[in-house]
């Protein structure tokens, strides 16, 4: 049977989603197809926690007037702003899917002159940063490190782009270790979002159905950890968000 061309992910490719030899495109395709409503959908089923979790992630950033901040796997733009709100002087955004940052600039008109001059965006791959070594002061990542083919990679561009104490922030969606919140974790992640999520987005490529089997099969919080330190960064530690559903982790390039 001939595949659809809508299809990014089928159901027997889930099992190990990170392992696909194919994931990079499969990623992109998912990301177009659910770019439109990319935005209502991580608003609505974090019951608008999202915001605040990028919040968070901007507050530990550290951010110093003068800074360049580069945000990897930008998508629409939302972190990308918050960070252009604050007190650095120019804010990067990259992202790989050409939909998802032609959104990020359609957004971009709803800022302020001041704010809106501070943002760029380009497309690039984690993997292999668009930007000279050591020329930015911040690097983050939200819930996009997991859709990266190899999050090892990413981690030692993010450390190449770094200047010598620039911090990395990395946003990702984690496993709860209160017993009673996993559960419930589980049962709206990996039951009720994937259709109600499918439904808002009109979406066939099953984005919704790949994106809480790709959190359930990623590394664990102190896997994270290790992977910081073996990209040489420093003072690695990390904060449980909303009872351990979203973790902020957060590293120094030495």
């Not at 990301?31 to 919040?55: K, M, P």
């Not at 901007?58 to 960070?83: E, W």
């Not at 930015?136 to 996009?144: E, K, P, Q, R, T």
């Amino acid at each position: 049977m001939t595949q659809s061309p809508d299809i990014a992910w089928r159901d027997a490719e889930l099992s190990d989603p990170h392992h696909n030899a194919e994931k990079a495109g499969k990623v992109r395709r998912m990301f177009t197809a659910i770019a439109g409503s990319y935005d209502l959908n991580n608003h609505v089923h974090s019951l608008w926690q999202d915001v605040r979790w990028r919040n968070f992630a901007v507050k530990v950033a550290n951010v110093k007037p003068g800074d360049i901040v580069l945000d990897v796997a930008c998508g629409t733009g939302d972190l990308t702003q918050a960070f252009a709100k604050s007190s650095a002087a120019k804010v990067i955004g990259v992202d790989f899917t050409h939909a998802m940052l032609e959104v990020a600039r359609d957004k971009r008109q709803g800022l302020t002159t001041q704010t809106a001059q501070k943002v760029s965006y380009f497309e690039g791959d984690a993997q292999n940063l668009p930007l000279a070594d050591a020329s930015v002061d911040v690097v983050s990542i939200a819930w996009g490190i997991r859709n990266v083919a190899d999050p090892a990679q990413a981690m030692r561009e993010f450390a190449r782009v770094l200047k010598p104490q620039g911090r990395l922030v990395i946003l990702e969606f984690s496993q709860p270790s209160i017993p009673p919140v996993r559960w419930f974790n589980d049962l709206y992640a990996g039951r009720i979002m994937p259709m109600t999520a499918s439904w808002i987005a009109r979406d066939k490529s099953g984005a919704y159905k790949y994106l809480p089997k790709s959190v359930s099969t990623f590394m664990s919080r102190q896997q994270m950890l290790d992977l910081f330190s073996q990209a040489g960064f420093t003072q690695a530690q990390h904060w449980s968000l909303s009872l351990g559903i979203c973790a902020c982790y957060r590293g120094t390039r030495s």
